[in-house]
């Protein structure tokens, strides 16, 4: 079978989510392909959930223009889409006097990057702000508009929006070709239907060189970085207001610690190339060095109290950087590459770039008169006031039946999260969307649950629901 379409966008990460959004503010038809069961690709899934100010980018490169652009972009994002967001801002503490003769070149550098509001702090200043600091800190810099996000609800808000003004999304569905016929591309072939197509835009992230070989782009190639994190209890017994960033080195940003948008603690990450896309394992070795690291910034901080560990890969580009490429000799391919630990920030900012690059080259795109700007969020019941929750039950019983008890979610939040547009199909894509899961016993209580309100909304049997890809089956039937 053959659709048509203007746009073919490959990968739902949250480049690709912010590409499909702006595309549909247009009159535009726009086809998503993503290869796995849900949007939120694979980097955007397991990140710091951080927005970046772009203070330490290199400054003058694509990557340092477009995150300072997309970071006062979240005010008004946020609201529209109805994305949990938190400007906690973050100090840059210098604990050694190596670290504290590297202060002006960071502050220089930032100003570089046309990030004015870096200041200065003293190690007094530095302890009022955050007294489980080391309290050897000689100094730092405060970094106010660095922020933190819920990067899942991020990504599925886009898409969600997308969705709402005509982008369609073939979900479970790879590529496995890309045809091009004099100079131009013609097709998207898909492990379900051939998607004949103007435009191709590779936001493949991890896989980006692999698709860009498809049409003979691959001019590099992507080394999975490997990130370890801990996620500590919301009751732990230390814990910061701030994001807590170490001395970035050439490599990485550094091991960090800061709270989520939801109350826990998060450590990390490491920093380790590997060949494997797929290998997102977590090592005691890997953990060690996080403690280690972390413990110089916050001597206190106990990863005993880790509910939970993970980890998540970053595309790193050989030869890096964030590159956006087109090409004489092949009209209507776009390529994205080297979107790493600053891509969920840059992503909305990127969107608007990748269209306008469309636009000076000859696309035709028009302006709606008719997008819808704003997403309803799926209620959060834990957050409402008692009156709030008593006139939400009144009106939905389900709101009153609690299937998450350490995060408070009810059976209506996870009934919207199947439902919507784009719903959920899977024990992690509810997990993603409402933290059904997501507390202290890692749905130890409510994942049998969550697989049974799966299977009776979907109509099968609790074997045929998976834990997130096709064959992740969680149970294999029934004891009695």
Not at 133 to 158: H, T, Y
Not at 200 to 218: H, P, Q, R, S, T
Not at 245 to 251: G, H
Request: aromatic share 6%; charged share 25%.
């Amino acid at each position: 079978m053959m659709l048509k379409t203007d746009v073919v966008v490959i990968g739902a990460g949250a480049v690709g989510s912010a590409v499909a959004r702006e595309l549909s503010k247009y009159n535009v038809d726009v086809i998503v392909v993503e290869k796995n069961e849900d949007v939120g690709g694979d980097a955007s899934k397991s990140n710091s959930a951080i927005i970046h100010t772009g203070y330490d980018a290199a400054p003058g490169t694509l990557e340092s223009q477009l995150v300072v652009a997309a970071n006062p972009m979240y005010d008004d994002l946020v609201k529209d889409l109805d994305v949990p967001f938190s400007r906690i801002g973050a100090i840059l503490p210098a604990i050694t006097d190596e670290q504290f003769e590297k202060l002006p070149e960071i502050k220089a550098k930032a100003f570089k990057n046309h990030v004015y509001d870096v200041e200065y702090k003293s190690g007094k200043e530095l302890l009022e702000m955050e007294p489980n600091l080391n309290p050897e800190v000689k100094g730092g810099l405060w970094i106010p508009r660095e922020s933190i996000i819920d990067p899942f609800i991020l990504v599925q808000a886009l898409c969600e929006n997308a969705h709402d003004n005509g982008v369609r999304f073939l979900l479970n569905t790879k590529v496995v070709d890309i045809k091009t016929e004099k100079g131009k591309i013609k097709s998207v072939v898909t492990t379900g239907e051939e998607i004949e197509t103007t435009y191709v835009i590779n936001c493949a992230g991890l896989y980006c060189d692999e698709i860009a070989e498809m049409v003979g782009k691959a001019e590099y190639k992507v080394v999975a970085r490997k990130g370890q994190f801990f996620i500590l209890d919301k009751n732990t017994s230390c814990q910061v207001e701030h994001i807590v960033l170490p001395i970035p080195t050439k490599v990485t940003k550094g091991k960090l610690m800061c709270p989520t948008i939801h109350g826990n603690m998060l450590v990390g990450p490491t920093a380790e190339d590997q060949d494997s896309k797929v290998d997102k394992s977590t090592s005691a070795e890997g953990l060690q060095s996080i403690t280690n690291d972390v413990k110089n910034l916050v001597p206190g901080v106990n990863v005993r109290d880790t509910i939970t560990q993970y980890s998540g890969l970053r595309p790193n580009r050989n030869p890096e950087g964030l590159n956006f490429d087109m090409w004489d000799d092949l009209e209507g391919y776009v390529n994205l590459s080297g979107v790493r630990s600053t891509g969920l920030t840059l992503s909305v900012s990127m969107g608007k770039y990748v269209v306008e690059q469309l636009l000076n080259h000859g696309a035709g795109f028009k302006l709606k008169d008719n997008f819808i700007k704003k997403r309803r969020g799926i209620v959060k019941f834990s957050e409402c006031t008692i009156e709030e929750q008593d006139a939400l039950i009144r009106e939905n019983p389900l709101y009153g039946n609690v299937i998450c008890r350490c995060e408070t979610i009810t059976e209506a939040e996870i009934l919207d999260a199947i439902h919507r547009p784009l719903g959920a199909r899977s024990v992690d894509a509810v997990k993603r969307r409402v933290r059904a899961g997501m507390g202290r016993c890692q749905g130890g209580f409510c994942g049998p649950k969550v697989i049974e309100i799966l299977a009776r909304e979907l109509g099968v049997s609790p074997t045929e629901i998976n834990k997130n890809n096709d064959g992740s089956y969680m149970v294999t039937g029934s004891t009695r």
